[in-house]
């Protein structure tokens, strides 16, 4: 009896393999979306796909050329943002085969499915996170995409 309880208890520090399988499906599609997003977000700022006129115009419109720049720049900033999203989700993947998928790093404890199925790369649970926030406040916004 004691052998199915320590199995039970083992199998509470663990996603099996098929929910671990699933987790996987949702951040597979969750990356196709993102390198399609980047892609997209690197043309918007790049210059070399354009085939207008932008060159050839005349000089004058300072205002228009000022948002242009800024606008590239935004995009560029976001474009960075995606590859550490996407950086974050290809971990996530190496944590499934590693089957340390789901463990939150601070409490050893299971991050719920709920959580994992909404913010997939996530590596902590709320709990690990609400400490966090509250010992170490932070100068930069929360961003509960990147966790």
């Not at 419109?61 to 474009?79: H, I, P």
Request: glycine share 4%; aromatic share 6%; proline share 4%.
């Amino acid at each position: 009896m004691k052998k199915s309880t320590g199995k039970a208890s083992q199998e509470k520090n663990r996603y099996s393999d098929e929910e671990l399988e699933e987790f996987k499906q949702i951040i597979l599609k969750k990356l196709e979306k993102a390198h399609h997003d980047l892609t997209l977000l690197t043309e918007s700022y790049t210059t070399g796909n354009e085939h207008d006129t932008n060159d050839t115009s005349p000089t004058f419109k300072v205002l228009e050329e000022g948002y242009q720049v800024f606008s590239k720049e935004e995009n560029s900033k976001f474009a960075a943002r995606q590859e550490k999203f996407i950086k974050s989700l290809e971990n996530a993947l190496i944590r499934i085969e590693n089957k340390t998928y789901g463990i939150c790093r601070v409490t050893g404890k299971l991050i719920p499915k709920d959580r994992l199925r909404i913010v997939p790369h996530a590596t902590l649970s709320i709990e690990a996170k609400r400490v966090q926030v509250v010992a170490t406040p932070s100068t930069r916004p929360i961003d509960p995409d990147l966790e």
